[in-house]
């Protein structure tokens, strides 16, 4: 008798905007709720009252993402983002990464998705300080003298660090230059996992349309794709790049030359 197949990781994707889950893990996000996974969005920037917050839910819904979680700061370049709150990027660190770990235990992920280090392609300040928020607060998750007011510790099992290596920018590095944006990828052997999201491609366009106000408009990655060709544009985004490290105190080693994935796995 053959072995149960293991079960899907439950996931929770933490990024800086409402439209960066869906272009840069949305297809992931569609696989693994299509699995039976538990799968979640927080989000760190933006009102829940705001446009774009009602944007994010429909985004959600269409990935079978549950209920947007949503921190409330303000953008760094969008001040009325959030009228009244700080900028994420100006909130003491301590208060950030306990909020962060208040969902991580609530939501008790397998894995974890957020920016890389360099906050992905563009580099945009809150990517950037979303990434090492994110990266404090999965480890103290699971520490249990840490803010023990958040509920018992939980550690997840694996991060993934949304990316792209030099040879997956392809069409994406001059339609972000067009714009005036900056292209930052990172060397091949960074990336350990490539996930072929094309089952998955119609529902993350369709995540990447929900974000209406952006695709309105020329410079945002949701209009720039917007206006292209069907054939361009899927090529751009059937393929979501990750760069995994080990959560767990006694995780070992990742990597390879095998980096090619059917999904992300805990």
Same mark, same amino acid.
């Given at each position: 008798?053959?072995?149960?197949?293991?079960?899907?990781?439950?996931?929770?994707?933490?990024?800086?905007?409402?439209?960066?889950?869906?272009?840069?893990?949305?297809?992931?996000?569609?696989?693994?709720?299509?699995?039976?996974?538990?799968?979640?969005?927080?989000?760190?920037?933006?009102?829940?009252?705001?446009?774009?917050?009602?944007?994010?839910?429909?985004?959600?819904?269409?990935?079978?993402?549950?209920?947007?979680?949503?921190?409330?700061?303000?953008?760094?370049?969008?001040?009325?983002? *959030?009228?009244?709150?700080?900028?994420?990027?100006?909130? +003491? #660190?301590?208060? $950030?990464?306990? &909020? @962060?770990?208040?969902?991580? =235990?609530?939501?008790?992920?397998?894995?974890?998705?957020?920016?890389?280090?360099?906050?992905?392609?563009?580099?945009?300040?809150?990517?950037?300080?979303?990434?090492?928020?994110?990266?404090?607060?999965?480890?103290?998750?699971?520490?249990?003298?840490?803010?023990?007011?958040?509920?018992?510790?939980?550690?997840?099992?694996?991060?993934?660090?949304?990316?792209?290596?030099?040879?997956?920018?392809?069409?994406?590095?001059?339609?972000?230059?067009?714009?005036?944006?900056?292209?930052?990828?990172?060397?091949?052997?960074?990336?350990?996992?490539?996930?072929?999201?094309?089952?998955?491609?119609?529902?993350?366009?369709?995540?990447?349309? *929900?974000?209406?106000?952006?695709?309105?408009?020329?410079? +945002? #990655?949701?209009? $720039?794709?917007? &206006? @292209?060709?069907?054939?361009? =544009?899927?090529?751009?985004?059937?393929?979501?790049?990750?760069?995994?490290?080990?959560?767990?105190?006694?995780?070992?080693?990742?990597?390879?030359?095998?980096?090619?994935?059917?999904?992300?796995?805990?």
């Amino acid at each position: 008798m053959s072995a149960a197949p293991a079960p899907v990781p439950s996931l929770l994707a933490v990024f800086a905007h409402p439209d960066d889950e869906s272009l840069v893990a949305g297809g992931v996000l569609a696989q693994h709720a299509a699995s039976g996974a538990r799968t979640s969005v927080l989000t760190t920037t933006w009102a829940p009252d705001s446009h774009r917050a009602a944007e994010l839910g429909e985004a959600v819904r269409v990935l079978g993402a549950g209920r947007p979680r949503m921190l409330g700061y303000a953008d760094a370049r969008v001040p009325e983002s *959030a009228p009244g709150a700080p900028r994420f990027l100006d909130v +003491p #660190l301590d208060e $950030a990464v306990g &909020r @962060l770990v208040g969902h991580l =235990r609530d939501f008790r992920p397998d894995i974890v998705v957020t920016h890389d280090a360099y906050g992905g392609l563009t580099g945009h300040p809150d990517h950037v300080h979303t990434h090492r928020t994110t990266l404090l607060a999965v480890h103290a998750a699971g520490l249990e003298h840490h803010a023990p007011e958040s509920g018992p510790p939980w550690q997840p099992r694996a991060l993934y660090l949304a990316t792209h290596p030099h040879s997956g920018v392809g069409d994406l590095g001059p339609l972000l230059t067009r714009v005036g944006k900056a292209v930052r990828s990172v060397p091949e052997e960074h990336v350990t996992a490539a996930v072929d999201v094309r089952p998955w491609l119609e529902r993350k366009w369709s995540a990447i349309l *929900a974000h209406r106000s952006e695709v309105e408009r020329p410079r +945002p #990655l949701p209009g $720039a794709l917007s &206006r @292209l060709p069907a054939e361009d =544009r899927d090529r751009i985004i059937a393929t979501e790049y990750f760069t995994r490290l080990d959560a767990r105190p006694d995780g070992g080693p990742e990597g390879g030359p095998e980096r090619r994935r059917a999904r992300l796995e805990a």
